[in-house]
Structure formats: C-alpha cells, structure tokens
C-alpha cells in the first residue's frame, strides 16, 4: 500500500516547512501527492512549493530546494530531488518497497473505533414482486461502498429497508382478494411455491392495469392501507405473509450476487411501535412540523422546504402543479391521519443516528452462509427465543442512504429535519448516495424477451409496473448460461460442477463490475454481450488477468520446484540491478500501481464515486497484461531477473485479487 508513505513524506514536509518559513497549522497549505507522467522523473511528486510561494514570497525552484536541502533522509525514500520548474520529486526504494509488502498477508480490515460507526442502507426493494434490474444497481453500489468503508476499517452495519405496509403492498393485497378470490389461507398456499416473486410481478401488472380501467377501484387500495397501518386484521395478515415470502426471494436474489445485510427493518415494525408517534410529538413541538388551518392542505400535518429542499422538488421528476404557496410545504400527515412514507423516513432516519429515545426488538431471520444471523427488527417484546443476543443496532455517526436520484428532494428533508432540531452533525453526515436508472441495450432487451422496441431511442426503459421490466434472476440465469457456454469451449473437459462454479463466478464479476463502473450520474445502458467480454472492460477481463497471474505461478512451480514463498524468501538477498531505473522501470511500474488500491480507495470513498475503484483495476489489469507479454517469466533465463519478476506478479495478483473483493468478484480457478 502507498498511503503510509504518502503520510511519512507529508509530515515531513510539513515540520521542515513550518520550521523554514515561519508557519503555523493556519498558513500551513495542503499537501498534496502526485504520480509523475514517467518513473525518469520520479515515483511521486509533491507542488506544494507553488502554494508556499505565496506565503514565503519566493519562486517556486527556490523553494523546492530549499525544502530538499532540509529535508533529509526519509524512510523508504532513496532520493529526493527538486526539479526545475519547482516539484519536489521523490525516489522509492524499490527492493525495501516490494519485499515488504509481498512479505504482508492480507487480513482482515481491522475497526478503526475513532471513526465511529457508519450505516449503509440499500437495496429497500418493494416486497410485491421479484427484484428487477433496476435494483441490482441500488445493491451493488450499497454493497461495494460498504466494503470500501470497511476497507478504510470503519464500522458499517448494513441495512435493508422493508416496505411492508406500502401502497405497492397494499395493491397485492387488493389483487389476491379482488382478482385472484384468494382469502389469508390460500395466500399462503401459493407464497411456498417456487418463483413467487415472479407470480406476483405478473399479478402487480395486471391490478396496475385494473386500476387505470375503473379509477372508482382506488377506494380498495385506500382501504388496504388503512388495515394495514391498524394491524391486527386478515388484510395485514395477507400483506405480512406476501411481505414475507417475497423479501426472502429478494435476499436469495442478492445473495448470487455475494450481498449480504446485517439488519432487515421493516417499516410495519416503525408503526407497531409508535415510532413516528415519537418523531410526531418531536417536531410538532419544536415547531418544524405544523396544520393549515385553510386551502387545499388544511387538516394535514406539514413541514415548510427549505429553498434547497424546495428546488430539489421542483426539479424532481415526481413533481406535479401546485399552487405557489404549497410548493414550500411538505404533506407529512394526511388529513385522513395517514402517514406518508415521508413521516416513516424521517422517523427511521432518526432512530439510525439514535435519536429517538426508542428502539426496535430484535429476532433472528435467518442464518447466512458463514453461520452469522441475518436480523430482522420486531414489534414483539418477548420474540422468538435465541442463543445469540442481537448486536446493538443505530446509533450511528453517519448514515447513507443509497437510493436513486429521483429522491433527492426527499433525501434533503431528511437531512432538514434533523437540522431544523438543531442535529447539524448529523444533518451534515446524513448522506444520499444517488445513482441514475439503468436501461437495456436493443440487443440485450431482445434476447430477454422484449417485444415492440422503440429503435428511435438509444436504449430501452423498463418500468415493473407496467410490466416491461427485467426480473434480476431471469438476467442472471442469461448470463449465467452465456458465460457456460464460453466456458466450456475453452475448457471442454472441465468437470461440470466446477463449470457451473466458474460460471456463477464470471456472471457475478460481469454484473457487479459493470454497475461501478459508470459514474452514479449516468443512465447505464446495460448489454450482455460488453458485461461478459473477456477482452473489453468488463469484470470477467479483470479476473482473467488474475487467473493469468495464478497461473505462470502454477508453471513456475512445475519448472523450478519455487513456490510463492520461496520466491518472497529469496527476494531478500538477489541482487537488484534488474531493479535500476531505466530497463528496470517496467517492473517498477506494475508494483508501484498495485500499491494504490489504498490510494484509490480513499478517493473513492472521498468521492463517494465507485467507478474510481472500477476505472483503476481495469488500468491495472491492462498494465499487468503488457508487462507479461514484454516480459517473460516462465522462460525467463536469468534467475534474479526471473524473481523479481515473479515478485511483481505476486504483488499484482495479491493486490488485483482484493481489488476484485472490494468489488464483490471472486478469482476463478481457471477460465
């Protein structure tokens, strides 16, 4: 990792700089490093000469001399030099650089406690249908941000918002009843069979239709959500039983693609509970939250936008006419008394910071693969009884929210309200983490059954209500088989299960690398045929680089009896002339990027943009595929020439195969 070293260097430039020009922590500019265009000019450069120009009233050369003549020697560096237009150049040792860090297992990112704990809530599909396209694109992105705070050594609790007692909900609960003629008994007959999220994706699309045929047929969904607020009725009974089944074909869902949750929240939990009761009596009382008295909102319980809240709204695609004045209100309370989704969130969005003066129960879901429970909250005091006690769920320090850009206007009511209570910091760390839609390519949207195309436009929308989306699973099983077929044509006696184990792999790594890899700003275009390229950017092109690495590792071994750890052992004491700058520079260059992922990482995470971390392993891989065509291994004569490359290699394959992790792919044995 470079990080350590980039710290090392900038505390001392720092002291030296204080010390020479008279500065204190104020004055003091940033520092920051950079990677030089070629290794002749050096392994990192340091411009902070050009901003102590204007504090020291000197010329930036003047400078960068002065701080090398001062600085001395520092560890791991074996040169510094300033250069003519006034950086600050910087030399790495090469052997003591690689030998360290190929000596370094990796481990387990440790909790940094200082950081406090950070919650990532994703996914919060609707429970009335099997998850779609759309949805991986939440998942994947929850799950890899996760990961990289986890990298960072943040502690992240994940969770998933369960909508149980929403209008979505509340629709199948009419269609069950009024198209089906399905009472509670014979719900539940049909949620144990196989594929009931896809059954209930055909029946959402049909009550979507009925609806828009007799619009008088709304009462109904009115009625539902009333018994399902209340509870305690053979409505919410139906609705717990579909809410149920179909969030377990979700977490099935998600789980093919290695994502997993520390905590399920469902919203009916919110109500039992009298959570928005509690957050009700907070606002009102603090004046955030107050009642028309006249208009068309009188009755409702409102919250007044701030002008940023109140331009996210407007710019929102949701939006609809209203008059002037209630553009700046906010409906939180109906006047029937029925809470919108709005009033949950900022109930569940203070409970998450540990700000309600309540909390949920707990009760065990269901187990994972690793034997950790998945857990779910409760509205039941004395639950279901268990051997493992529930961690200790909210109370964070920060929260992210990941849920596409259309509710942004929501997102910053969210963060308004805890402003509005005085809660700066966590008005300031209560984060959005948005992302646009994703959409199909004509090719792809053909092969998985689309019919009547709009060719006039670029790309296909999908939209589940009306029955033109792509259910995840069936996406999935496609590529699944695509990368099957691949192969078994490159490997046609591989044995079937571990055919069937590389495929899964492959499938995963092309769906998951190729939702990082745009920028969360921008419409994704989604093809099979660009996810699944073993030579494009694309995940499985990633993997293939690593399994290439594992490997010439593979036939070293076969050639020379040497191992991973005979090559770091012997790596301590061979000369290192292949090393030198000039013809060793190649070497250099791949060891030296597959030290960034720290680097990368953190700008990641400063970003909050993912696509950092694609866009970079992708350059690697690409770098580690020209360094082995130029420079052989295997065939290598020369011995010490043949380790040091072997070391590179290993570096890359350690550093590519984490990279990987953090995005959520795993290294197959072969492809």
Request: overall charge negative; hydrophobic content about 40%.
């Amino acid at each position: 990792m470079i990080l350590p070293i980039h710290e090392l260097i900038k505390t001392q430039i720092r002291a030296v700089a204080k010390r020479l020009y008279g500065l204190d922590d104020t004055a003091m500019p940033s520092i920051t490093i950079q990677i030089p265009p070629n290794r002749t000019i050096g392994d990192l450069a340091v411009p902070v000469a050009f901003e102590l120009a204007k504090v020291a009233r000197k010329a930036p050369r003047v400078i960068s001399t002065e701080l090398v003549d001062a600085l001395g020697e520092i560890d791991g560096v074996t040169a510094i030099e300033p250069s003519p237009n006034g950086y600050i150049n910087f030399f790495l040792d090469r052997r003591s650089f690689l030998t360290n860090r190929i000596n370094l297992p990796v481990q387990q990112d440790s909790i940094d406690v200082s950081q406090g704990k950070t919650i990532v809530e994703h996914t919060a599909i609707n429970p009335n249908k099997a998850a779609h396209i759309g949805h991986l694109r939440n998942a994947v992105l929850g799950d890899t941000l996760s990961q990289l705070l986890r990298f960072q050594g943040h502690h992240v609790e994940v969770q998933n918002y369960i909508d149980d007692t929403g209008v979505q909900v509340a629709d199948m609960v009419v269609a069950f009843r009024e198209l089906e003629s399905m009472g509670l008994d014979k719900v539940k007959s049909e949620a144990r069979k196989t594929n009931f999220d896809h059954y209930c994706w055909d029946l959402y699309t049909r009550v979507t239709e009925w609806y828009e045929a007799d619009s008088s047929r709304l009462r109904l969904r009115s009625e539902a959500l009333q018994a399902l607020e209340a509870g305690n009725n053979e409505m919410a009974d139906t609705a717990a039983i579909i809410a149920d089944h179909i969030v377990r074909c979700h977490l099935a869902t998600m789980a093919r693609l290695k994502i997993s949750y520390d905590l399920l929240t469902w919203e009916g939990d919110i109500l039992r509970l009298r959570f928005w009761a509690r957050a009700f009596d907070i606002l009102t009382k603090a004046g955030v939250m107050f009642q028309p008295k006249e208009g068309k909102l009188a009755g409702c319980w409102v919250m007044q936008l701030s002008d940023q809240t109140t331009t996210a709204s407007e710019n929102s695609s949701n939006n609809t006419a209203v008059e002037p004045e209630e553009v700046r209100l906010k409906v939180i309370v109906r006047s029937d008394n029925t809470v919108t989704y709005v009033g949950k969130d900022i109930a569940y969005q203070f409970w998450k910071f540990g700000l309600l003066g309540t909390n949920f129960f707990y009760r065990p879901f269901n187990t994972s693969e690793n034997d950790q429970p998945l857990w779910a909250t409760s509205s039941n005091p004395s639950g279901e009884p268990t051997a493992t006690t529930p961690p200790v769920f909210g109370c964070a320090d920060t929260v992210y929210n990941v849920i596409d850009t259309r509710q942004a206007y929501l997102q910053q009511l969210l963060a308004q309200a805890l402003g509005a209570m005085g809660y700066t910091a966590q008005a300031e760390h209560s984060i959005h983490f948005s992302y646009e839609m994703v959409t199909l390519s004509h090719s792809t949207a053909r092969a998985l059954g689309l019919e009547n195309i709009d060719t006039d436009r670029p790309f296909v929308e999908v939209s589940g209500r009306k029955g033109l989306g792509v259910k995840a699973d069936e996406l999935l099983d496609r590529l699944v088989e695509a990368a099957s077929r691949e192969v078994t044509k490159r490997n046609p006696n591989l044995p079937a299960d571990e055919s069937a184990s590389i495929s899964r792999m492959i499938s995963t790594a092309a769906v998951r690398y190729f939702m990082i890899k745009f920028s969360r700003s921008k419409v994704i275009v989604f093809d099979i045929d660009e996810a699944l390229s073993f030579e494009g950017e694309s995940g499985p092109y990633l993997q293939y680089a690593a399994v290439r690495a594992n490997n010439i590792f593979k036939k070293l071994h076969e050639r020379t009896d040497l191992d991973e750890p005979a090559i770091i052992e012997k790596l301590s004491s061979v000369s290192t002339d292949c090393l030198a700058r000039g013809d060793g520079d190649g070497l250099w260059e791949l060891v030296l990027e597959s030290a960034r992922l720290d680097e990368v990482v953190d700008q990641a995470v400063r970003s909050l943009e993912p696509s950092i971390l694609a866009k970079y392993s992708f350059g690697l891989a690409q770098l580690f595929n020209t360094f082995y065509h130029h420079h052989p291994i295997v065939n290598e004569e020369q011995t010490e020439l043949q380790l040091w490359r072997a070391g590179a290699t290993l570096y890359f394959k350690t550093q590519m195969t984490r990279a990987l992790g953090l995005m959520g792919c795993e290294v197959p044995s072969r492809m």
